[in-house]
């Protein structure tokens, strides 16, 4: 079982910037994915962005370069760095750890994100 811990949101402008981090703990397998997701009021959870276990990344085409996917496998971390954010990425962001031998993909709790014009 992993368990995933978020922090790092909060209320910023747009076009400041924003730092998320997701933790991972427990059973980690040693190949892996983790990607962030997030989840506007009354709409369907979407894909921001992945960093796969290649250290290749990816990105929804709304992200247009502002933010930035990394990872730090000796924390098993994953960061989002958010820069220029816009009213419209205020959501709740959701961390997903992903793996073959996984009985099942992992969620995190969330970390909500607010952008004000």
């Known amino acids: 079982h992993v368990q995933l811990v978020e922090s790092g949101g909060g209320s910023v402008q747009a076009g400041g910037s924003l730092r998320l981090s997701c933790v991972a703990s427990?059973?980690?397998?040693?190949?892996?994915?983790m990607s962030w997701h997030r989840q506007a009021p009354g709409k369907e959870r979407e894909f921001v962005a992945v960093?796969?276990?290649?250290?290749?990344?990816s990105y929804a085409d709304f992200v247009n370069g502002r933010f930035t996917i990394t990872r730090e496998n000796s924390k098993d971390t994953v960061y989002l760095q958010m820069n220029s954010p816009k009213p419209e990425d205020t959501a709740m962001y959701y961390c997903k750890f992903f793996c073959i031998t996984c009985p099942q993909p992992y969620w995190g709790q969330g970390t909500q994100v607010t952008v004000s014009s």
């Open positions: 427990g059973l980690i397998a040693e190949n892996y994915d």
């Open positions: 960093a796969f276990n290649d250290a290749t990344t």
